[in-house]
């Protein structure tokens, strides 16, 4: 378990650095681009997957200012199934590529012996790390890949999810322009709650205790990014239905969907900015859980509160549901209410 003494600030935290934070869990810097594949010929032969990621491995090696070595598990093709029913426009295949290899970036010493301070080093190399990546995104989108003389064309897309610059205007524009908010300080309307999915369930467990994820271990690791106000985490049968094919680790009932709203609106700025483009790395696991991360807009913890009352039994069985023991009762209808109303019995 890290020491909170020995952990870097979040505030000045470059995005090329990876955070430790508790129960063994690390956030291990990463680029993801989201691929599109169209047809930019009239060749009607059938799409070879491997020839097609095998074509692009090879470009990113060879073609490129920075050579990327990509391992084959960290580009995913995936053609379409009623391909005869698409038009010719129409998309053939998607994927997913990462780059997880982002040390060329923090090498380089360039603009970093100017640099007064630490934050002042670790803007240099933020800056440094976007132009980066905008540049990449740019470079790979829009190639023509050749395939036995059939052409391709590849669109390459940074997910909303990854882009904290992105989430950041979309909440000030909804704020400036819908007259709603989470929450008030000041007179400014800002978000104080972010929504994490597709993390391994078991990770977020109490060891040799249960698979189920735990309320006690889920608020200690987010603890690391501010005080919680409230946090809600079940499983999420949705990111399962939705899991890349292929991935036979999340598989359904493994992925968990937790929310949490901080006290304060620096901690949720801080700890939504280090997520985004990371993925989270359990010690002694091999597998890399690349989740989606964003802000709460729909005010999910107030829904909760506007539900109508429950009746005496239903508060009966909160009330002897535990908080931090939750997940622990075998029996589905306890559990059931023990992830839906278990931080508010608490309180």
């Known amino acids: 378990m890290s020491s909170s003494s020995s952990r870097p600030s979040l505030k000045s935290l470059p995005p090329t650095q990876t955070l430790e934070i508790e129960s063994g869990l690390s956030l291990v810097p990463r680029v993801k681009l989201l691929l599109t594949i169209y047809r930019s010929d009239l060749s009607v032969k059938p799409i070879d997957e491997w020839l097609l990621k095998r074509s692009l491995i090879d470009f990113l090696k060879t073609s490129l200012p920075h050579s990327h070595l990509v391992p084959e598990e960290?580009?995913?093709?995936?053609?379409?199934?009623?391909?005869?029913?698409?038009?010719?426009?129409?998309?053939?295949?998607?994927?997913?590529?990462?780059?997880?290899?982002?040390?060329?970036?923090?090498?380089?010493?360039?603009?970093?012996?100017?640099?007064?301070?630490e934050e002042e080093a670790s803007r240099v190399l933020e800056r440094r790390f976007f132009d980066w990546r905008d540049s990449f995104e740019k470079r790979l989108n829009g190639i023509e890949l050749s395939l036995s003389g059939a052409k391709f064309r590849l669109d390459a897309v940074l997910p909303p999810c990854d882009d904290f610059e992105g989430l950041k205007r979309n909440w000030e524009e909804f704020y400036a322009f819908s007259g709603e908010g989470l929450s008030s300080r000041g007179g400014r309307q800002q978000p104080d709650t972010l929504i994490l999915r597709g993390a391994p369930s078991r990770w977020f467990a109490e060891p040799r205790v249960s698979?189920?994820?735990?309320?006690?271990?889920?608020?200690?690791i987010?603890?690391?990014?501010?005080?919680?106000?409230?946090?809600?985490?079940?499983?999420?049968?949705?990111?399962?239905?939705?899991?890349?094919?292929?991935?036979?680790?999340?598989?359904?009932?493994?992925?968990?969907?937790?929310?949490?709203?901080?006290?304060?609106?620096?901690?949720?700025?801080?700890?939504?900015?280090?997520?985004?483009?990371?993925?989270?790395?359990?010690?002694?696991?091999?597998?890399?859980?690349?989740?989606?991360?964003?802000?709460?807009?729909?005010?999910?913890?107030?829904?909760?509160?506007?539900?109508?009352?429950?009746?005496?039994?239903?508060?009966?069985?909160?009330?002897?549901?535990?908080?931090?023991?939750?997940?622990?009762?075998?029996?589905?209808?306890?559990?059931?209410?023990?992830?839906?109303?278990?931080?508010?019995?608490?309180?």
């Open 74 to 117: 960290d580009l995913e093709i995936r053609r379409f199934k009623d391909l005869k029913k698409r038009k010719r426009e129409d998309p053939v295949a998607s994927g997913t590529l990462y780059i997880r290899d982002l040390g060329f970036v923090a090498n380089r010493k360039d603009g970093l012996g100017n640099a007064g301070d």
């Open 211 to 220: 698979s189920k994820p735990s309320m006690l271990v889920t608020h200690t």
């Open 222 to 347: 987010f603890s690391v990014f501010g005080k919680i106000r409230n946090l809600f985490v079940t499983a999420d049968d949705d990111a399962s239905k939705n899991a890349e094919e292929g991935n036979e680790e999340l598989v359904s009932g493994l992925h968990c969907k937790i929310v949490v709203q901080f006290e304060k609106y620096d901690d949720f700025y801080n700890a939504l900015r280090v997520l985004c483009g990371r993925s989270m790395h359990k010690q002694g696991s091999r597998l890399r859980a690349d989740y989606e991360v964003t802000w709460d807009k729909d005010g999910f913890f107030r829904s909760i509160q506007q539900r109508p009352a429950r009746t005496p039994v239903q508060d009966r069985i909160t009330r002897t549901q535990p908080m931090l023991g939750q997940y622990r009762n075998d029996t589905s209808r306890f559990q059931s209410h023990a992830s839906r109303f278990g931080s508010y019995s608490a309180r």
